[in-house]
């Protein structure tokens, strides 16, 4: 059972910067891929980034050049930075695990969900 806990979250003003933290345990899988996605209240939950076990990685569109994901592999953790955040970045932002390669950011694909870490950005 892979289990996923999210941190880092918090409040900050528009322009600033947060790194989210997902720390993974409990998988034994060579290939594997995982996500940030994020809900925002009213809305359905969307993919933000994903980095896949070979280092590949996608972005949605609107967290292009200001959100990074990356992995430590050696602490089984996962970071999202995000710089120049923005009021529409205010979300729940959860943390996803996946078996098998490609980096993802279709929720149908992912198999394990962490409870969730809140960010939200004030103008």
């Known amino acids: 059972q892979v289990q996923l806990v999210e941190s880092g979250g918090g409040s900050v003003q528009a322009g600033g910067s947060l790194r989210l933290s997902c720390a993974a345990s409990?998988?034994?899988?060579?290939?594997?891929?995982m996500g940030w996605f994020r809900q925002a209240p009213g809305k359905e939950r969307e993919g933000v980034a994903a980095i896949d076990s070979d280092g590949s990685t996608s972005y949605a569109d609107s967290v292009k050049g200001r959100f990074t994901i990356s992995q430590d592999n050696a602490k089984n953790t996962l970071y999202l930075q995000m710089n120049s955040l923005k009021p529409e970045d205010t979300a729940m932002y959860y943390c996803?695990?996946?078996?098998?390669?490609?980096?993802?950011?279709?929720?149908?694909?992912?198999?394990?969900w962490g409870q969730g870490t809140q960010v939200t950005v004030s103008s």
């Open positions: 996803a695990f996946a078996r098998g390669s490609w980096p993802s950011l279709t929720l149908r694909r992912y198999d394990y």
């Open positions: 409990g998988y034994t899988y060579s290939s594997y891929c």
